[in-house]
C-alpha cells in the first residue's frame, strides 16, 4: 500500500476586485491516496506552472466559454506535470504532460472530463522550455499571426503589450515572415530590448509617449496587422489607423482582466466596413490538430537564432498569490512561471 501524498492547494477565497492580492487565495492542506483513483483518472505531481493574464479572467462570475473557477475551487493554471499514478489505458505513471493541474502539488483529473486535454511531451522534455518558449503563449502568437494575421512581406504590423510572453513572440513571428514591426510596449528597458535583441524596427513606449498620437502620425492609415493583447484604449488607437483590408488579431484584454467591469469596443465601426477590416478573436486550441508542426516550426527558429525568449522563473507553490499579480503591475521579465517541484 503506497503511503497518502501530501496536498498543497490554493483555492480561490473570494472573487477579486481589481488586481488580485494575496487574500483573495486560501491555502488548503489535504492528502490523496494513490492507489484510490476512481477508472478513467490520472494522478499527476505538478512541476511548473505558467502565470497567465486569462486566469484573471476565469476568476470573474461571469461566464465566458472558458469556465469560470467556483469559490472554493483550486486555482486553476496551465502546467507541466508527471504522472505518478493512472487507471486510465492511455497514460502511464512517469509520463510527462501539458495539464491544467492548477495551483497544487498533486492534482487528480478524469480525463473524459477534461476542458484542456492531456498533451504527452517527447521524453526528456526540459519543463521549462516547454511551457516557456515551446507553450501556450507561444502557440497563441503562432495562430494569431499565421491563421489570423496572415502576413505577408512589407506588411505593418503593430504589436501591443510587445514585451510579454506572447506579444514578444508574435512581433518576431512578424518579423520573420517579412513584416516591418511596431511594438507598444511600457518602459526603457523593455523598448530597448525589443529593438536590440527582438530586432523590432520601431517601438513606442505607452508609458513615456501618446500611442493614439505617435501611430497617427508615423502610421496613419497604414497598419496592415494588429495584433492585440491588451484591449482599448490601445485597441481604438490601432483600428483609427488601420489600412484597407488590415487584419485585427484579438488575442488578449490585458487591461480589462482585472475586472474593472465590461470593455467598451472602438468606435467608428463603420471603418471596418468601408476598409475591409477583419477582426477577430482567437484561441490557440481551435488548432489542436496543428500544434506539433507549430511546434517544430518554433523550434526551428529558435535553433536558427531567429526567436529571442525570457522566462522569468521564480520558484515555491506557497508564493504562487503574491506572483501572480505581477503579470498585472508590469512586475515580470518574460514568460513568468513558478517552479513546484524538481523535474
Not at 502620425?217 to 483590408?245: C, S, T
Not at 522569468?312 to 512586475?331: H, Q, Y
Request: aromatic content about 8%; overall charge negative; glycine content about 10%.
Amino acid at each position: 500500500m503506497a503511503e497518502l501524498l501530501r496536498n498543497r492547494r490554493w483555492t480561490l477565497k473570494r472573487r477579486p476586485n481589481g488586481i488580485p492580492v494575496p487574500d483573495d487565495f486560501e491555502l488548503v492542506h489535504d492528502t490523496i491516496d494513490p492507489d484510490a483513483l476512481p477508472p478513467g483518472h490520472v494522478l499527476v505531481r505538478n512541476m511548473v506552472t505558467l502565470c497567465a493574464p486569462d486566469q484573471r479572467n476565469w476568476m470573474n462570475e461571469k461566464v465566458n466559454f472558458h469556465p469560470p473557477m467556483a469559490l472554493g475551487d483550486t486555482v486553476s493554471s496551465p502546467n507541466v506535470s508527471r504522472i505518478v499514478a493512472s487507471t486510465h489505458p492511455d497514460y502511464t505513471p512517469g509520463m510527462v504532460s501539458f495539464t491544467m493541474g492548477g495551483w497544487c502539488d498533486y492534482a487528480l483529473l478524469d480525463v473524459a472530463k477534461l476542458y484542456v486535454p492531456l498533451v504527452p511531451y517527447p521524453e526528456g522534455t526540459d519543463p521549462i522550455k516547454a511551457i516557456g518558449v515551446l507553450g501556450m503563449n507561444q502557440l497563441a502568437a503562432y495562430f494569431g499571426m499565421v491563421k489570423v494575421g496572415e502576413p505577408k512581406p512589407g506588411d505593418l504590423l503593430v504589436v501591443s503589450g510587445a514585451a510579454g510572453s506572447t506579444g514578444s513572440a508574435a512581433a518576431q513571428i512578424g518579423k520573420i515572415k517579412g513584416c516591418t514591426v511596431v511594438g507598444i510596449a511600457g518602459g526603457a528597458e523593455k523598448c530597448a530590448w525589443l529593438r536590440e535583441e527582438c530586432g523590432l524596427d520601431d517601438v513606442i513606449d505607452y508609458k513615456a509617449e501618446d500611442v493614439a498620437a505617435v501611430l497617427a502620425e508615423r502610421y496613419h492609415n497604414r497598419i496592415d496587422i494588429y495584433f492585440d493583447n491588451v484591449g482599448m484604449p490601445l485597441l481604438q488607437a490601432a483600428f483609427d489607423n488601420m489600412a484597407p483590408n488590415g487584419r485585427i488579431a484579438l488575442c488578449g484584454m490585458l487591461a480589462n482582466y482585472p475586472g474593472y467591469g465590461d470593455m467598451p469596443g472602438p468606435s467608428n465601426f463603420m471603418r471596418i466596413v468601408h476598409g475591409a477590416i477583419k477582426m477577430q478573436g482567437f484561441i490557440a486550441v481551435r488548432w489542436r490538430d496543428e500544434i506539433p508542426a507549430a511546434l517544430a516550426e518554433i523550434k526551428g527558429w529558435i535553433d536558427a537564432g531567429l526567436f529571442k525568449h525570457r522566462e522569468d522563473v521564480r520558484d515555491g507553490l506557497e508564493n504562487l498569490p503574491a506572483i501572480f499579480p505581477e503579470l498585472f503591475t508590469g512586475g515580470n521579465r518574460g514568460t513568468l512561471l513558478v517552479r513546484l517541484a524538481d523535474s
